[in-house]
Nanobody, 118 residues
Framework: QVQLVESGGGLVQPGGSLRLSCAAS????????MGWYRQAPGKQRDLVAAITNGGITNYADSVKGRFTISRDNAKNTVSLQMNNLKPEDTAVYYCKAKRILPPYEEYWGQGTQVTVSS
């Protein structure tokens, strides 16, 4: 049974920080690239940040310089450190795992709500 469980979401003021974590089980973690996506009401789900099994990262333009993705292969976790949060960051954030070898299987977490508001 494959599980991706997100944690760390909540309510934060503009300019504040939040750290999301995703714990993976049921997979060989080192064979998967990991990513964080987000979806706001009425909008499509978009990539926020991704990290390869070798530690190479990429970010959406809207979060560059503010968010940092990292992974801990010993703990089978991926994290998203979010700093200088803005109201437009409000969304449900999802963790995704994608196998780096065929059949390139994908798994999704259930999501965690992040709300940035005064």
């Amino acid at each position: 049974q494959v599980q991706l469980v997100e944690s760390g979401g909540g309510l934060v003021q503009p300019g504040g920080s939040l750290r999301l974590s995703c714990a993976a089980s049921g997979i060989i973690f080192n064979f998967y690239a990991m990513g964080w996506y987000r979806q706001a009401p009425g909008k499509q789900r978009d990539l926020v940040a991704a990290i390869t099994n070798g530690g190479i990262t990429n970010y959406a333009d809207s979060v560059k310089g503010r968010f940092t993705i990292s992974r801990d292969n010993a703990k089978n976790t991926v994290s998203l450190q979010m700093n200088n949060l803005k109201p437009e960051d409000t969304a449900v954030y999802y963790c995704k795992a994608k196998r780096i070898l065929p059949p390139y299987e994908e798994y999704w977490g259930q999501g965690t709500q992040v709300t940035v508001s005064s």
